[in-house]
């Protein structure tokens, strides 16, 4: 066996919250784009984003780890809808 | 001169630190991984995202007001980097 794979593998972990949760900081956004006079103000939803850079682990080991972190420390799925997907590095 | 197109347009506004601005949420996320026993630890980086969803105006009338709200009150010029992105709606 050689060794592993020495490049970069970058995840994108986006938590966004569920339909039916409120997000407050959406609402807040919409009212002051209104308050400041926008010529038309958009519905605003917002995420979170993660960016996970591993060093000499495969795609798909990256992939497992990004979701380990999203269940053990990233998200709450009470409330959290989350995607989980490789972007270039 | 026709009605304005009604399709809804959707930007997306994604605001990170600048390069040497300390992301604290990150060095913590980094941190805590390393705590619970993750088999590889990732670099961690944080990113905001606000989806922006326009209805009745075109897509250039979306981007310039997207880049409106991100000037007057999404991002601080001084600490943040902003890429505003049309994705489909």
Redesign the interface.
């Known amino acids: 066996m050689g060794p592993p794979p020495k490049n970069s593998v970058r995840?994108e972990v986006?938590i966004e919250l569920k339909p039916g949760v409120v997000d407050a900081e959406?609402m807040s956004?919409e009212k002051?784009?209104a308050l400041?006079g926008?010529?038309?103000v958009?519905?605003?939803?917002?995420?979170?984003?993660?960016?996970?850079?591993?060093?000499?682990?495969s795609a798909v080991?990256?992939q497992r780890?990004?979701e380990?972190?999203v269940d053990?420390?990233?998200a709450n799925p009470v409330i959290h809808r989350v995607s989980v997907r490789p972007v270039p590095a």
């Open positions: 995840m986006r959406a956004v002051s784009l400041l926008l010529a038309a958009p519905r605003v939803s917002t995420a979170r984003v993660y960016d996970l850079v591993f060093d000499d682990v080991e990256a780890l990004s380990e972190a053990r420390l990233l």
